[in-house]
């Protein structure tokens, strides 16, 4: 099982999105759309369960305006995503893992963002970790930095790799040379 955050998300709702930035270049990732497409087929071929955690689920809609609840709607439908609410679980969860945070004398964790956006991240990383998942694409680095504490490996856009070529370009590059 696997999650998608909100900087994801946004991506697979509106296609205009600009691509994020590959930490390796500085410039946007490169067949942007592309990779995600070739990602979400694959999940399709191996069954593959996406969790979408409320709180990644509430920031993507706000770009959604009306269209919100035909992607709910689509989200739903799907025998592919899940939406996982921060449930009592996930809250119990999220409570340890501030405590410890706390208690080390640095309750942001080195985080430079804003305490809101620290408890924000935090609470997708706990949905995440009470629902099982093993993976977390996302391209949001405070996501990535709690996610990688607790051994949930996260991957960004950039990472994931380019669809294959078309078999049917080769054939046809080499009938032509």
Request: aromatic content about 6%; some cysteine.
């Amino acid at each position: 099982m696997v999650v998608f955050d909100a900087s994801i998300l946004v991506l697979l709702i509106d296609p205009d999105v600009a691509a994020p930035l590959d930490p390796a270049t500085g410039k946007p990732v490169t067949r942007c759309r592309e990779r995600l497409d070739y990602l979400i087929a694959t999940f399709e071929r191996e069954r593959t369960r996406v969790l979408i955690p409320t709180p990644a689920l509430s920031e993507a809609l706000v770009r959604a305006d009306e269209a919100g609840p035909a992607i709910l709607d689509a989200l739903n439908a799907s025998a592919r995503f899940r939406i996982a609410p921060f449930d009592t679980r996930a809250a119990v969860e999220l409570a340890q893992l501030t405590r410890e945070a706390v208690d080390s004398g640095d309750k942001k964790q080195g985080s430079s963002e804003s305490w809101a956006k620290v408890k924000f991240d935090r609470q997708i990383v706990a949905i995440a970790r009470t629902e099982g998942a093993c993976i977390i694409y996302s391209d949001d680095d405070g996501i990535r930095r709690f996610a990688r504490r607790l051994g949930i490996e996260v991957i960004g856009i950039s990472a994931l790799p380019v669809p294959p070529d078309d078999p049917q370009d080769e054939l046809f590059s080499f009938a032509t040379d």
